[in-house]
């Protein structure tokens, strides 16, 4: 919307959301303002051109992270193949030792 907003200098009509299940329409007047939602309960006033300088910047540290978490899971992944490989060969090792020993008996 802000990037619209930074194009085209006219009024527009938008949905959002009030709550999870409650959704409004709205027009949206020429504005040189826009007010983002930081969380915590806080919201701050930027012009278009700051905040499409801040969303740029949060979307590209968003998308590092999140290509970050994505090599993470996939160590994760293997590091968890690699234990049951190893559960596996323990446990195979134990009841050839526990049969060995009943053999004996």
Request: proline share 2%; net charge neutral; hydrophobic share 45%.
């Amino acid at each position: 919307i802000v990037q619209h907003m930074l194009k085209k200098r006219e009024e527009f009509k938008t949905h959002f959301m009030l709550s999870d299940q409650v959704h409004a329409v709205a027009t949206v007047p020429p504005t040189n303002k826009v007010f983002l939602w930081l969380g915590a309960n806080v919201m701050l006033e930027y012009s278009i051109e700051e905040a499409v300088v801040l969303l740029t910047k949060n979307l590209t540290t968003a998308t590092v992270n999140a290509d970050q978490l994505e090599d993470d899971l996939g160590y994760l992944s293997n590091q968890i193949t690699t234990m049951e490989v190893n559960m596996a060969r323990v446990y195979n090792w134990d009841f050839k030792r526990r049969k060995a020993l009943a053999e004996k008996s």
